[in-house]
């Protein structure tokens, strides 16, 4: 733990009111898929604006699980093979879900009870989604509105 938090190796954005992070391991594209989200909540109009990359402190609180950047890397995101580059940014925010990014070998469809619980307490929605996704935001809302509304049982009435 450190400043008041755990420690996480993640990157962490805010798109509109939404709070993700992304989570996994070393080149697996958390960096990249996170840059591609702020740029469709962009183009839409959106409010969008990174909280970290590589490192984020997570806190838990009664209204759910913060993240805060450390300064010495505000607004700064790097793209793997590419630069470092700034992009607007916000100290910290208040995080709605967990989003893993995975390569082509992934399994096609995971369980739709996936969470990520690192310890500590905390425990949010996981969505996998592949890195190479055409809308990765759009499909993060989408998994989202999926998990939240229960599929209707029997069959479609036309």
């Not at 962490?12 to 909540?41: D, N, Q, W």
């Amino acid at each position: 733990m450190s400043n008041g938090g755990i420690n996480l190796h993640a990157t962490v954005i805010v798109a509109g009111h939404r709070g993700i992070l992304f989570t996994g391991p070393s080149g697996s594209g958390k960096s990249a898929l996170a840059f591609r989200c702020l740029a469709e909540a962009s183009g839409h109009g959106r409010h969008a604006a990174l909280v970290a990359d590589d490192q984020v402190f997570l806190q838990i609180f009664e209204r759910g699980v913060i993240a805060t950047r450390p300064d010495s890397i505000a607004g700064l995101i790097e793209l793997r093979q590419s630069a470092i580059v700034k992009v607007a940014s916000q100290r910290r925010c208040l995080i709605d879900v967990a989003v893993q990014p995975v390569g082509p070998d992934a399994e096609r469809l995971p369980p739709a009870d996936l969470r990520f619980a690192p310890g500590h307490g905390i425990d949010l929605p996981l969505v996998v989604i592949p890195r190479d996704a055409v809308a990765p935001l759009a499909a993060i809302e989408a998994i989202l509105a999926t998990l939240a509304a229960p599929l209707a049982t029997g069959s479609p009435q036309f």
